[in-house]
T-cell receptor, first 115, second 110 residues
Framework: NAGVTQTPKFRVLKTGQSMTLLCAQDMNHEYMYWYRQDPGMGLRLIHYSVGEGTTAKGEVPDGYNVSRLKKQNFLLGLESAAPSQTSVYFC??????????????FGPGTRLTVT | AQSVTQLGSHVSVSEGALVLLRCNYSSSVPPYLFWYVQYPNQGLQLLLKYTTGATLVKGINGFEAEFKKSETSFHLTKPSAHMSDAAEYFCAVSYNDMRFGAGTRLTVKP
């Protein structure tokens, strides 16, 4: 099993450009999450999904959109990138049934720089 | 709402010395508590977790943590540090959602 994979691994954007980050998991997990990691701030939840076709806002959702059209995929979109969105983005997945309480499995991360 | 405070953004120990990484949580309900480790340029992986039951939890790579409700703490320890333990460690608390601490970077000196 590949676990949780993320593409791309690195990306540089200019202010105002758009992009989509793809997360895929092969563990048949119901729950998926997008986090951003910034120095000294730990991980902050952007959006999450408790199942196919369902998404919800996390702690820092502004400037991002997500979609979960297939159970195994969770997409994070930036419509108009800003320098404040320079960060490392992590996707994670977990089991259902109170899944927010369960162990989360993380992808390797995407390092995004917005100039 | 729950929150996590990790005391010390950077801890440095000598190889063979005790590792102690501190975590205090705030939660109005019984929490689920986790420690994750992040090696350079990698995602987070679970070290150990506390849900219910025994308050001393053993994890991978010789780490353990003790849940102390009276102190609202979940400190991570390892009796003898190895060079390979150098990484960033995150404490997390969960009830309705997962909240991570800011992280502690562990350096191990030869």
């Amino acid at each position: 099993n590949a676990g949780v994979t993320q593409t791309p691994k690195f990306r540089v954007l200019k202010t105002g450009q758009s992009m989509t980050l793809l997360c895929a998991q092969d563990m048949n997990h119901e729950y998926m999450y997008w986090y951003r990691q910034d120095p000294g701030m730990g991980l902050r939840l952007i959006h999450y999904s408790v199942g196919e076709g369902t998404t919800a806002k996390g702690e820092v959702p502004d400037g991002y959109n997500v979609s979960r059209l297939k159970k195994q995929n969770f997409l994070l979109g930036l419509e108009s990138a800003a320098p404040s969105q320079t960060s490392v983005y992590f996707c994670a997945s977990s089991l259902p049934g109170g899944g927010l309480n369960h162990e989360q499995y993380f992808g390797p991360g995407t390092r995004l720089t917005v100039t | 709402a729950q929150s996590v405070t990790q005391l010390g953004s950077h801890v440095s120990v000598s190889e063979g010395a005790l590792v102690l990484l501190r975590c205090n949580y705030s939660s109005s309900v019984p929490p689920y508590l986790f420690w994750y480790v992040q090696y350079p340029n990698q995602g987070l992986q679970l070290l150990l977790k506390y849900t219910t039951g025994a308050t001393l939890v053993k994890g991978i790579n010789g780490f353990e943590a003790e849940f102390k409700k009276s102190e609202t703490s979940f400190h991570l320890t390892k009796p003898s540090a190895h060079m390979s333990d150098a990484a960033e460690y995150f404490c997390a608390v969960s009830y309705n959602d997962m909240r991570f601490g800011a992280g502690t970077r562990l350096t191990v000196k030869p």
